[in-house]
């Protein structure tokens, strides 16, 4: 039987975003393996006839030692599945997973999905990760980019081959499953965050930008929903949040398994993010009919059409965010309506998961006969 490998840095991000090509794998006669973390999502992997390997990755350090241990794992792992092709996402699997399987001998599809800090500054630990990107990228048989301003990024630094390079829009969005549903009444107008709880999201924008609304407008709910990430170096404390709750400015949700119900129950979805790779955030929110305010920014812009499907504001600058927040308050509902439909047209015609399967199909039977 035809093997494929699947490897991201959870099992939780391999199970919420990549069903849909897994699916369409098994139906192609691949007998599918996840290389991942073990989580509590790594059984439900299981289930769905998908054969869980655990892997030691730490994700928020940069240990030498414990990388080279991950690289080795990987080696050894690809040595005994022998898959036909690895497809590797997030960071470290397209930079040790890569390495490894080059070893092993086994082909490989990248995914650079975002950029995260790498290229946000100039940190030592930036650099190292931009050389050992270069490194690993060079055995990389393709590598799929989700906005061309990412891939143009690493063509002009030559971290890699321009022959090797394509683009994806995003890793697809279920239009079936995100879809328009019914809001409950409220008699607040809901604006909602959702992301990793870090500051290149922009939460210090959206706290700032709510503080100034909040001034002018008591019918306003700032919600946001995510998760902390200690470690990463902008990530907020919960200490930050509790002061920002108890002062009023917004609702914490947590975190969520079913992120459409959220979605659903609000007006606007906001991301302020300093750079994206194709923000499935906005992606979902705009499949969902909901008019977004997010920044002019790679991977945000990419989902936006300012003034068509919502607003476009600066980067860094939370009074002009504030703006566009009273811009869409002040809108009609049928004009916010309006705005929704048109956010939902263009994710199915651009954006649908259809797209994103049938591009790998293609460039898995690629690299397999090359």
């Known amino acids: 039987m035809k093997k494929i490998a699947i490897s991201i840095n959870t099992s939780w991000n391999i ?11 098994q139906k192609e006669g691949f007998e599918v ?6 989580d509590d999502y790594s059984d439900k992997l299981e289930s769905l006839r998908v054969k869980h390997i655990d892997i030691f990755m730490n994700n928020k350090g940069t240990n ?15 040595k005994q599945i022998k898959p036909d092709v690895a497809l590797h996402y997030t960071i470290k699997p397209n930079i040790y997973g890569t390495i490894g399987a080059k070893l092993a001998g086994v082909k490989v599809i990248n ?9 946000l500054n100039d940190s030592l630990s930036s650099k190292i990760a931009r050389n050992l990107y270069k490194v690993a990228l060079k055995f990389s048989n393709k590598i799929f980019f989700q906005n061309p301003y990412d891939k143009e990024l690493f063509v002009q630094n030559r971290l890699v081959e321009e022959n090797k390079t394509d683009l994806l829009p995003g890793s697809g969005i279920d239009t079936n499953k995100f879809k328009p549903l019914e809001k409950e009444k409220s008699d607040k107008f809901k604006f909602l965050f959702i992301a990793r709880l870090v500051r290149d999201k ?17 019918n306003v709910e700032f919600q946001i929903l995510g998760a902390f990430y200690p470690g990463n170096p902008t990530a907020i404390t919960k200490e930050q949040m509790d002061e920002w709750i108890k002062n009023g400015i917004i609702t914490y949700l947590g975190v969520s398994d079913n992120v459409s119900e959220i979605i659903k129950n609000s007006d606007c979805v906001v991301l302020p993010s300093y ?30 059409e300012d003034g068509i499907n919502g607003f476009l504001c600066k980067i860094k600058d ?12 002040n809108l009609s509902e049928e004009e916010r309506i309006k705005m929704g ?17 049938e591009k790998y199909l293609k460039a898995i039977k690629e690299v397999m006969f090359s």
């Open 341 to 357: 439909k048109a956010g939902r047209e263009k994710i199915i015609k651009e954006f649908d998961e259809k797209i994103v399967i």
């Open 15 to 25: 199970y919420n975003f990549r069903l849909g090509l897994i699916k369409a794998l």
């Open 64 to 78: 030498p030692l414990e990388d080279t241990k991950t690289i080795w794992q990987y080696y050894k792992i690809y």
């Open 111 to 119: 995914n650079i999905s975002g950029l995260g800090t790498v290229f």
């Open 318 to 329: 939370s009074k002009d965010l504030a703006d566009k927040m009273e811009k869409m308050l």
């Open 33 to 38: 393996y996840a290389i991942a973390p073990k």
């Open 202 to 218: 922009g939460i210090i924008e959206y706290i700032e930008a709510a503080q100034e609304i909040l001034k002018d407008y008591k």
């Open 275 to 304: 750079r994206e790779g194709l923000s499935r955030v906005l992606l979902e929110a705009a499949s969902m009919a909901k008019p977004i305010i997010t920044t002019d920014t790679p991977g945000c812009r990419d989902v936006v």
